[in-house]
């Protein structure tokens, strides 16, 4: 029974593994021009001709292999989103505020600020007027934030190796001429301790300023022994690129109502619609779409009026139309409130945002790009965890780096997206499994009655 069971555990194994993709599984390739082999992460946008060629609706048949034919981890993902703006990082320039002990009154000083045409701060001096007033090592620093062009966000502060623990807390104030200044955050902690081997670290100080001048001030009279400040900022989302993929259709009537179908040759993700019939026209759209000729028509969008007006020589169109959700369905079908007519067709217009393949470079290069297999699907990957860890250590304007594809090159072709009949073997194995135990019982029945009946006689 023991064999019996192993035998049984090999064939599962050997039936799960017969997914796993080779190179030789692929239609097409795409080498990865990888600069230098060092980035860890990268990125591949993906082109026309890889939506193109891609088979199956979730794009999981899209791999990466590196010069052993060794598929790397990798995920597909989305493009950012135009509402989320990016995230970015600027050390600023910072200086020590000097401070005084002794005698000399507080009106006895006065701090000098040398700036620049921009206004920017060149030097922080001080000058003592009173005898007996003498400069010391300071707990108070002024940033020059004057270039920033966005809103700063937070305050990271960085201190020598060697500081030690300490618990502070901290005045953050805001000014654009030096002299009127404004409180931006009171007693904010600054932690560096460790116990029992685990260490706590606090150094952001949250903000939303658009001042041009910062003044850090330590609250307990400590030190703090300070070297580097940096701020991070929301940059403006860059507008988004829309990419459009135009279909000619074919008049079709069903049930005495007139439809334009269409076919999108490509797992596109068609995410707004577009129709164009001729200038001074307007009417109101339906659109749907399903995947196979077999499954039933889905609507995409809400119904919309779209028209086109000359005007003065110029056209003036109405705005696309968002989809419900991203569809990357082969067939398409419009349909208007007012017959168009044998004269006219409209053109389908589809529009989608190039989504990325990231991955990661393991083992030798070049690395190639494969697409397109009706047989091969990427495996599962944890990258997209690991990258929220690395934009934890290494600050959230990390992303990983862009490479460009080269020419295609084919390798299966057509034959790749052919399914190969795939047997049972999950089936197979528990018939097997089945009878081997019905034959073991009947055995096992036979014994016990040639026994009884030697027994009787």
Same mark, same amino acid.
């Given at each position: 029974?023991?064999?019996?069971?192993?035998?049984?555990?090999?064939?599962?194994?050997?039936?799960?593994?017969?997914?796993?993709?080779?190179?030789?599984?692929?239609?097409?390739?795409?080498?990865?021009?990888?600069?230098?082999?060092?980035?860890?992460?990268?990125?591949?946008?993906?082109?026309?001709?890889?939506?193109?060629?891609?088979?199956?609706?979730?794009?999981?048949?899209?791999?990466?292999? /590196?010069?052993?034919?060794?598929?790397?981890?990798?995920?597909?993902?989305?493009?950012?989103?135009?509402?989320?703006?990016?995230?970015?990082?600027?050390?600023?320039?910072?200086?020590?505020?000097?401070?005084?002990?002794?005698?000399?009154?507080?009106?006895?000083?006065?701090?000098?600020?040398?700036?620049?045409?921009?206004?920017?701060?060149?030097?922080?001096?001080?000058?003592?007027?009173?005898?007996?007033?003498?400069?010391?090592?300071?707990?108070?620093?002024?940033?020059?934030?004057?270039?920033?062009?966005?809103?700063? *966000?937070?305050?990271?502060? /960085?201190?020598?190796?060697?500081?030690?623990?300490?618990? *502070?807390?901290?005045?953050?104030?805001?000014?654009?001429?030096?002299?009127?200044?404004?409180?931006?955050?009171?007693?904010?902690?600054?932690? /560096?301790?460790?116990?029992?081997?685990?260490?706590?670290?606090?150094?952001?100080?949250?903000?939303?300023?658009?001042?041009?001048?910062?003044?850090?001030?330590?609250?307990?009279?400590?030190?703090?022994?300070?070297?580097?400040?940096?701020?991070?900022?929301?940059?403006?989302?860059?507008?988004?690129?829309?990419?459009?993929?135009?279909?000619?259709?074919?008049?079709?009537?069903?049930?005495?109502?007139?439809?334009?179908?269409?076919?999108?040759?490509?797992?596109?993700?068609?995410?707004?619609?577009?129709?164009?019939?001729?200038?001074?026209?307007?009417?109101?759209?339906?659109?749907?779409?399903?995947?196979?000729?077999?499954?039933?028509?889905?609507?995409?969008?809400?119904?919309?009026?779209?028209?086109?007006?000359?005007?003065?020589?110029?056209?003036?169109?109405?705005?696309?139309?968002?989809?419900?959700?991203?569809?990357?369905?082969?067939?398409?079908?419009?349909?208007?409130?007012?017959?168009?007519?044998?004269?006219?067709?409209?053109?389908?217009?589809?529009?989608?945002?190039?989504?990325?393949?990231?991955?990661?470079?393991?083992?030798?290069?070049?690395?190639?790009?494969?697409?397109?297999?009706?047989?091969?699907?990427?495996?599962?990957?944890?990258?997209?965890?690991?990258?929220?860890?690395?934009?934890?250590?290494?600050?959230?304007?990390?992303?990983?780096?862009?490479?460009?594809?080269?020419?295609?090159?084919?390798?299966?072709?057509?034959?790749?997206?052919?399914?190969?009949?795939?047997?049972?073997?999950?089936?197979?194995?528990?018939?097997?499994?089945?009878?081997?135990?019905?034959?073991?019982?009947?055995?096992?029945?036979?014994?016990?009655?040639?026994?009884?009946? /030697?027994?009787?006689?």
């Amino acid at each position: 029974m023991r064999h019996l069971k192993i035998v049984c555990f090999s064939l599962m194994l050997v039936a799960s593994s017969a997914y796993a993709g080779t190179r030789s599984d692929y239609a097409q390739q795409w080498g990865l021009d990888i600069g230098h082999a060092d980035g860890g992460i990268y990125r591949v946008v993906l082109s026309r001709d890889i939506y193109r060629q891609a088979h199956t609706p979730q794009l999981r048949d899209i791999e990466v292999f /590196n010069e052993e034919g060794r598929s790397l981890p990798a995920v597909l993902m989305a493009p950012a989103s135009e509402s989320a703006p990016l995230t970015s990082v600027a050390t600023l320039p910072w200086f020590t505020l000097p401070e005084t002990v002794g005698s000399g009154r507080s009106d006895d000083i006065a701090m000098m600020v040398e700036r620049n045409a921009d206004g920017s701060v060149n030097s922080v001096g001080v000058r003592v007027f009173a005898p007996g007033t003498v400069p010391v090592v300071s707990s108070s620093w002024l940033i020059d934030a004057s270039r920033m062009r966005e809103a700063v *966000h937070g305050l990271t502060l /960085n201190w020598q190796a060697d500081a030690g623990q300490f618990e *502070h807390y901290m005045d953050v104030e805001g000014s654009d001429d030096l002299r009127t200044w404004h409180v931006l955050a009171l007693r904010a902690p600054l932690l /560096n301790l460790v116990r029992n081997g685990q260490s706590l670290r606090h150094d952001r100080i949250a903000l939303d300023s658009r001042y041009r001048y910062l003044r850090l001030r330590l609250l307990d009279n400590g030190t703090l022994p300070l070297t580097e400040v940096r701020a991070d900022f929301a940059m403006p989302a860059a507008p988004m690129t829309w990419q459009w993929e135009e279909l000619s259709g074919a008049r079709v009537i069903e049930k005495g109502r007139e439809y334009f179908e269409f076919k999108l040759d490509g797992r596109f993700p068609a995410a707004h619609a577009d129709v164009l019939l001729g200038d001074n026209d307007t009417r109101r759209w339906t659109l749907e779409s399903r995947d196979t000729v077999q499954d039933p028509w889905q609507t995409r969008a809400p119904s919309w009026i779209a028209y086109a007006v000359r005007m003065e020589g110029q056209e003036v169109r109405s705005m696309p139309q968002a989809l419900y959700g991203v569809s990357r369905d082969r067939y398409w079908r419009l349909s208007s409130d007012v017959p168009v007519g044998n004269a006219q067709v409209p053109m389908l217009r589809l529009g989608y945002r190039p989504e990325s393949l990231v991955f990661m470079a393991q083992g030798e290069g070049p690395y190639v790009l494969a697409a397109g297999s009706a047989n091969a699907v990427r495996a599962p990957s944890s990258l997209v965890q690991t990258m929220e860890t690395l934009r934890q250590q290494l600050g959230p304007a990390w992303v990983p780096e862009t490479v460009d594809l080269s020419a295609p090159e084919t390798l299966a072709g057509a034959t790749a997206l052919t399914p190969v009949v795939q047997r049972d073997w999950k089936n197979w194995t528990l018939w097997a499994v089945l009878i081997a135990g019905a034959a073991l019982v009947a055995g096992f029945a036979f014994s016990l009655l040639r026994r009884s009946s /030697n027994g009787e006689n």
